[in-house]
């Protein structure tokens, strides 16, 4: 952005900007005005965090699916980010900027207070709290965004200083989103004015526009707007692409209180979805609840691109394959498959429009400009989230809808083997240079996504042929890779397979970072697995008379990368790796959870929990611990049968919960990197709804299954309003167990709520005794112990 000239020798002249802003309010005549709903008395009928006060100085958002706003927990807007460098911060309505951010001064008996620096930070689910203690009093400022609309109300509560004035001086920076450039967004000087009594500013060449109005009358300048005397200043603030879209978003942010309730309302119903309940997990129960809330702050509505979700804020408030495919599968198990559904929607329209082959993108801007194409597990993970909304939801439609492109996607990772073993060649989730072989997560989501689209091939009428060439393939995948990437010297799957001398590059790579960190244990043991591939190197060299000959690709553990779990979250590793694996996987933990490369451990992280941010100068991803690869490993010991070691790894990643931001879970443990990010849902939503509890919805059977796997301690585990279906097949289950421990005999009971029950399939203690509709029955049992039951409610006691 540049400023007139005359606006920015205002700006520079402090004691001219001072001296205005005095006399300004000398001359206006004070008459106090009073609003009928103050926002900070609706915020405080909500549930609010406070914040640490260690982290004053640093980020917090206001969201909205149409906008949102950055800055830092002390009510300062300093520059933030690295995409547009120092610009991630601020009031955004993509795919444009609209402020940089505002500041405030209070006039108070001739004297001019300015605002500069809260004393505490609080979060609801809707809206952001700063309090400032003057002169022994508070002020409090309250910012709310009003769905759907672009833009915000900022509110200060003076009720302490009734009398005196308020100076509001926004900091305007109309500017494009990241890639603007390749949309022709270029920015331009922007123009202040005056306009129909509202302060305005516009893109002098794009028409770019936001637009600013106050509750109480007072004068506007260029530099600020001066509120008249009030318990309570209002300042609403939105803007658009056109004047006409700015001034039809301002007539909806003035009007915020009508959309109050809406979005109220849509927090409590949605959060109310898989309501967890557990004596002594009031930690868990409480996180679990707000990471719905915070599923919600990420939507967003990207008009002609589609409605979806950002990866994570601030760096990242744009759509990602792979962090929405996770996502996914959490969403998916707390009834949001309405957004899951629009998400993949929009992932599949930019990926046809970017590449038309199958192929799914990693990550769009809001202009739709694509940065990646697309890194290869994206695409089988499509497949796979796009059959799991189904499964949830029970939309048939949905499923045809997608079905082509599924199949489509997995023609094209087909040809991606370039050396037909059924393993796809290049980059996978790790964007580390050189890591383009045969990538284990690549491997063990191609997997995942042939058996998807076996099962999708099975639904739908007449193709059964694909679903036996689907079908196949994963078999033959899961076992290629239980022979060929495990490594029993190392007790774990390796990471890449690939030729000797790719290996010995990587390694070499890995060495000097692992020396750069001062790991000597890693750098020793990074020195034999380079003799090894040396060693391999020798030993598949040709004979001097061979002609046709390739080099043969080995498995090699290099990095330690939390991908080598995948087989096991997954859920094809054989149960002699899988628990080998994982007992060598969690050695590369800390307090707060997984390493995202283990060779980044040292002695010291078992019981370091102080934060990570202070150790980094620059954004970097060394030496993190992430709750992605957390959540994947919680996901991994559940799939074979130890709950407890997967409750630990929740506990890991809730230390991090509201650690540096009120209401949220960093992206990197425990304050680093993204301040809410969409993938955590992920790392419970699945452990907890989908393992703990079992449940498995299958819509072309009418059927739920249960199948209960609880840690040993949890005596009393409860999880109400699973929504399962829509429309006229939409049901919502409970499922209350209690342990013998408390009542003499193991109890579970089952209830659901809809318009048409499901089946309920559930493994039949022997023993047991069933009540169906308040009379005891004798269930009928499959050979594997089941029974399957229609009725509203079901107790089996044991």
Not at 137 to 163: H, L
Not at 322 to 331: N, T, V
Not at 536 to 561: A, C, F, G, Q
Request: hydrophobic content about 40%.
């Amino acid at each position: 952005m540049v400023l007139r000239d005359s606006y920015q020798q205002v700006i520079n002249n402090t004691r001219l900007y001072i001296l205005c802003s005095l006399v300004l309010a000398a001359c206006t005549t004070p008459q106090t005005e009073e609003l009928n709903y103050p926002l900070v008395e609706r915020m405080s009928t909500m549930e609010t965090l406070q914040g640490n006060t260690n982290y004053l100085h640093s980020k917090q958002m206001t969201p909205g699916n149409h906008a949102y706003c950055v800055g830092f927990q002390d009510g300062t807007f300093p520059d933030m980010g690295w995409h547009i460098k120092g610009e991630m911060g601020g009031l955004w309505a993509h795919p444009i900027k609209l402020l940089d951010g505002f500041s405030a001064a209070m006039v108070h008996k001739g004297d001019t207070v300015y605002l500069d620096s809260a004393t505490t930070y609080s979060t609801t689910a809707l809206g952001s709290i700063f309090t400032y203690n003057i002169q022994g009093k508070t002020i409090t400022r309250t910012q709310f965004i009003p769905d759907p609309a672009k833009g915000m109300v900022v509110e200060y509560d003076m009720s302490d200083f009734p009398k005196a004035q308020l100076l509001f001086y926004p900091k305007v920076d109309l500017r494009p989103t990241w890639l603007g450039e390749r949309t022709n967004m270029v920015d331009s000087t922007d123009i202040i004015e005056i306009v129909d009594n509202q302060w305005t500013a516009t893109d002098s060449k794009n028409g770019w526009q936001v637009r600013i109005s106050a509750s109480s009358k007072g004068a506007i300048t260029p530099t600020h707007l001066l509120s008249s005397p009030s318990k309570t200043h209002q300042f609403y603030i939105a803007g658009g692409i056109t004047a006409e879209e700015a001034t039809k978003e301002l007539a909806t942010v003035e009007s915020w209180s009508d959309l109050w309730y809406s979005k109220e309302q849509k927090h409590f119903e949605l959060s109310g979805n898989s309501s967890f309940f557990c004596a002594g997990e009031e930690d868990l129960e409480t996180v679990f609840r707000w990471l719905k809330h915070n599923a919600i702050w990420l939507e967003m509505d990207a008009d002609t691109l589609g409605y979806g979700f950002a990866a994570g804020i601030e760096d990242y408030p744009w759509f990602f394959g792979c962090d929405s495919e996770f996502s996914i599968l959490g969403l998916n198990a707390v009834g949001r498959y309405d957004l899951s559904k629009s998400m993949l929607r929009l992932l599949a329209k930019a990926s046809e429009r970017t590449n038309g082959t199958g192929q799914i993108i990693h990550e769009m801007s809001t202009n739709g400009a694509v940065f990646n194409p697309g890194n290869l597990n994206e695409t089988p993970q499509f497949v796979t989230a796009c059959w799991d909304t189904y499964l949830w939801s029970g939309d048939l439609e949905f499923l045809k809808e997608m079905y082509p492109l599924m199949l489509k996607s997995m023609r094209w990772l087909e040809k991606q083997d370039l050396d037909n073993n059924g393993i796809p060649d290049g980059y996978g989730m790790m964007e580390i240079h050189g890591m383009d072989g045969e990538m284990i997560d690549v491997a063990s989501y191609s997997v995942q996504g042939w058996e998807a689209l076996h099962q999708a091939a099975l639904a739908m009428d007449n193709d059964a042929g694909i679903a036996e060439w689907a079908g196949k393939n994963a078999a033959r995948l899961s076992k290629y890779i239980n022979e060929y990437y495990w490594i029993e010297s190392a007790g774990a799957y390796a990471d890449v397979r690939g030729t000797p001398s790719q290996a010995v590059s990587l390694i070499e790579d890995a060495i000097q970072r692992a020396k750069e960190l001062d790991k000597p244990w890693a750098v020793a043991e990074l020195e034999e697995t380079k003799k090894i591939a040396l060693d391999d190197m020798l030993r598949s060299m040709p004979d001097i008379d061979e002609v046709d000959w390739s080099p043969t690709s080995y498995p090699y553990s290099v990095h330690h990368n939390w991908i080598v779990n995948t087989p096991m979250e997954v859920g094809f590793a054989p149960e002699e790796y899988a628990l080998k694996a994982l007992d060598k996987a969690a050695q590369y933990t800390n307090p707060f959870g997984m390493f995202v490369t283990g060779i980044d451990r040292d002695e010291s992280a078992g019981t370091d929990t102080d934060g990570f941010a202070k150790r980094k100068k620059t954004f970097t991803y060394v030496g993190a611990v992430m709750t992605l690869p957390t959540g994947v490993a919680a996901i991994a010991e559940n799939n074979y049968g130890r709950p407890d070691k997967a409750l630990d790894y929740l506990h890991r990643m809730s230390r991090s919960w509201g650690y540096a931001h009120p209401g949220s879970m960093y992206e990197v443990s425990p304050d680093f990197g993204m301040m809410c990010q969409a993938w955590n849902i992920y790392s419970f939503g699945y452990p907890i709804v989908r393992q703990f509890f079992g449940v498995q919805p299958d819509p072309q059977q009418h059927k739920i299954t249960i199948d209960l796997a609880f840690p040993s301690n949890w005596t009393h585990p409860q999880l109400k309003g699973i929504a399962i279906g829509e429309g006229e097949f939409q049901t919502y289950l409970d499922i209350a167990f209690l342990r013998k421990d408390v009542i003499g005999k193991n109890q579970l009971l089952l209830i659901q709520e809809g318009r048409k029950n499901w089946t309920l399939r559930t493994k039949i203690p022997r023993g047991a005794e069933v009540m169906v509709g308040g009379e005891i029955i004798q269930p009928t049992l499959d050979e594997e112990g089941y029974a399957e039951m229609t009725d509203r409610e079901v107790v089996i006691r044991w």
